[in-house]
């Protein structure tokens, strides 16, 4: 196969120097080889013949044409005999990547190749150079040291052959390499890439991991509990720690965190073989909780362009506890039905039925969709806000030709145009499914182009004639958790730029607005509860106690006229004057029996003071008394009445006696005074400070220690001279 004459002579003492100074050149965004671990394989270098072979193919259907005047090395179109190991999950996934790798260095590895004479000084046929590309990425990435081959390994033809020409080369190839960094004044050929695609890789080697947890075979609080056993800890954030430790996500209570190095750890973990927690991106966990967040107990769901189907398991697990179904259009292959179906017992998903038809042709007036609420529309897009394009493609797309696009930073206008226009055309017909009323669009895109713009035009020529109400713009239904989200969703848009933690997302959700013609009572809905049996033991024929005051008291309310008030104030009226008269002949009364005899009062009038109460009475009810003090003592203290006290509500009460006590005059003859005063002799009794109720007057209470009764005491008991100290 090699062509001696074409060799190039070269100090191997240089060489050997260059390739050490090659150890530096190693790309750190090929993440296929640090994850070989997760395929069950012994740890080595190198891949198994079958993930070149598969990364063979997949590069020869997503290079980069040349112009034919340029065309310096020509790929076959035949595709290479792939083995039945290319069905694995993981070989697909390392095939993928290492595809994904070699075509971003699509344009330097041909250069090296040619710098390197391999072109065209061997005769090898066409069909195995896209072999020749993908194995040359691999071999200047393990710094030019030979594959080690597993004993269990079968080996393929092809792959020793083209193994062989590129080891022979070796030096060539090592020096040829310098070079081409030395030309673009790189440190590495890593640096020669275009800086959104290094910043996208950059992100891709720290963003997080993500994973829900199927709550239909176990529950959080066990996660955390097996996790713990694990030695995981659970932490707020899992940035910028290398522990082992996991955290909950703020918008989904279901979606937990993990740091990205540990994904190879958890795959081996029991709670991820069992299909107990899955990993997935947060944009999807994100548009199947805005779903839910829109439904009713026996609402059912179309998923459009679903991509990968744990999101259509992650719906279903979220509505397990409803009589939802979930149907799932796009399905043309019914021979995955098994396998699908397969996959949905394992994780314990039971409410989900498959459409053929795609979502276009759906109509609908289909029987199968009459009660579809709430439409789920995830629409083929760029997919320019995912860190990670290889698992992009393989969950959430299909479309193997958009990996072109992201190593070159972004699609092409007109690539970007067709894709809008699709996404218009499926929300327009999801609009026209009379019986939704909701339509929640989601995308991983970071495009206006793809977001706002589809979502705007759609409501803005949506069909105004039908009898169903318009669809309008509604805020998000996810909790916005940081001022930044809260920024980005002031016009009702639910946005998630790229960073360190997540990739980018986009959601709107679109309801219908409320006919005004179909308010429903609360009764209305009372009795539909009390119809689907939700009210048991809950009579609604019966009107509540409140409702029944409310009536009696409207009812009451007319009779209360200004002449039944005017009469009310008459009475009232009416018998305080009563009373007013009752307590004024009362006092005149009183006075008469305590006013002493003409003479006595001449007698002592030079000595004897009256002075009057300190605080008349403010209520008209109770009547004003003089008293009488003695002169026995320069100051008296004066004597206090307990006045009630001002409240909104005054009772009138009869008049009280009051007890004055005995006069005593100073003569020295007792004898004398006796017989000038009246056989019956009055007592003053002070009542001393208490609580009284409001509205009332003080009572005569029962007579304390050291006081006088009211009573009229008999002249033969014994009388303290001032009974009222």
């Known amino acids: 196969m090699l062509n001696s004459a074409s060799e190039v002579g070269f100090s191997e003492e240089k060489t050997t120097e260059e390739i050490s100074q090659l150890s530096s050149l190693a790309l750190s965004g090929d993440t296929a080889y640090s994850e070989k671990t997760s395929t069950g394989l012994p740890e080595k270098t190198g891949y198994p013949d079958s993930v070149y072979i598969m990364a063979a193919n997949i590069f020869q259907g997503i290079r980069f044409e ?15 005999p792939s083995s039945t190991e290319s069905e694995d999950e993981s070989f697909q996934r390392l095939s993928y990547e290492l595809a994904f790798s070699a075509l971003k260095f699509q344009d330097i590895l041909e250069t090296i190749l040619i710098d390197s004479y391999i072109f065209p000084s061997t005769t090898i046929p066409d069909h ?39 080891n022979s080369f070796k030096t060539k190839l090592a020096a040829a390499l310098a070079r081409c960094r030395i030309k673009h004044d790189a440190l590495s050929i890593y640096h020669i890439l275009p800086e959104t695609v290094r910043n996208q890789e950059l992100r891709a080697s720290t963003l997080p991991l993500y994973a829900w947890i199927n709550t239909c075979k176990i529950s959080p609080e066990e996660v955390y509990h097996s996790l713990k056993k694990k030695g995981y800890n659970k932490v707020k954030s899992v940035l910028h720690i290398d522990n082992k430790v996991f955290a909950v996500d703020q918008h989904c209570y279901d979606v937990l965190i993990f740091p990205s190095h540990l994904k190879s750890d958890l795959l081996n973990i029991d709670l991820f073989k069992d299909y107990k927690l899955v990993f997935q991106d947060k944009s999807r966990s994100l548009a199947v909780h805005s779903v839910k967040a829109l439904l009713n107990m026996d609402d059912d769901i179309l998923m459009v362009n679903t991509g990968s189907w744990y999101t259509v398991a992650h719906m279903s697990i979220l509505t397990n506890n409803n009589t939802s179904k979930i149907f799932v259009c796009g399905v043309q292959s019914q021979a995955k039905d098994p396998d699908l179906k397969n996959l949905f017992t394992k994780m314990g998903c039971k409410n989900i039925e498959i459409l053929h038809e795609t979502f276009i042709n759906l109509e609908s007036k289909d029987h199968r969709l009459q009660k579809v609420k709430v439409i789920l529309l995830l629409p083929r897009c760029s997919g320019l806000g995912v860190s990670n394009p290889v698992e992009f493609i393989l969950n959430e797309h299909e479309d193997t030709g958009l990996l072109k696009d992201f190593s070159q930073g972004g699609p092409s206008e007109d690539k970007l145009h067709i894709l809008a226009q699709q996404q ?12 939704a009323q909701a339509v929640v669009y989601c995308t991983c895109s970071v495009y206006p182009e793809e977001n706002e713009a589809v979502v705007k035009k759609a409501l803005e020529f949506q ?113 305080l004057s009563q009373e007013t008269n009752a307590s004024a002949h009362q006092s005149e009364t009183l006075t008469t029996k305590t006013s002493p005899p003409q003479k006595n009062t001449n007698q002592v009038g030079s000595s004897s003071q009256v002075r009057k109460s ?24 004066p004597t206090n009445f307990v006045r009630p006290r001002p409240e909104d509500r005054m009772i009138a009460l009869k008049p009280i006696e009051i007890v004055l006590p005995p006069v005593m005059l100073p003569f020295s003859s007792p004898q004398g005074i006796r017989s000038q005063i009246p056989t019956q002799h009055f007592y003053y009794r002070r009542v001393g400070p208490k609580t009284v109720m409001p509205g009332y007057l003080p009572t005569p209470s029962i007579p304390r220690r050291g006081e006088k009764p009211k009573e009229n005491l008999p002249s033969s008991l014994p009388r303290h001279p001032r009974p009222w100290l």
């Open 128 to 166: 195995l150079n896209s072999l020749i590309i993908v194995m040359l990425y691999d071999f200047q990435d393990r710094k030019f040291q030979a594959r080690l081959l597993s004993d269990n390994e079968e080996s393929i033809a092809d792959v020793l052959e083209v193994e062989n020409l590129l």
């Open 463 to 575: 069909d105004h004639g039908t009898k169903v109400q318009s669809y309008r713009l509604s805020p998000p239904v996810l909790p916005l958790c940081s001022l930044k989200e809260i920024h980005l969703s002031t016009d009702k848009f639910f946005r998630m730029e790229p960073s360190e933690i997540t990739n980018g997302c986009f959601l709107s959700v679109l309801t219908r607005e409320r006919d005004p013609s179909e308010t429903v009572s609360v009764k209305d809905v009372l009795a539909r509860a009390a119809a689907k049996g939700l009210l048991d033991g809950i009579e609604l024929g019966k009107p509540s106690k409140r409702e029944k005051k409310k009536k009696k008291s409207k009812m009451s309310l007319p009779k209360s006229s200004t002449s039944d008030s005017s009469s009310i104030q008459m009475k009232i009226a009416e018998f």
């Open 424 to 435: 218009y055309e499926q929300l327009t017909h999801a609009m026209k499914f009379t019986r």
């Open 66 to 80: 040349k112009s034919p005047e340029k065309v310096l090395i020509k790929y076959g179109n035949e595709p290479l």
């Open 614 to 637: 300190n605080k008349p009475t403010t209520n008209p009810l109770v009547p004003t008394f003089m008293k009488n003090t003695s002169p026995s003592r320069p100051y008296e203290r």
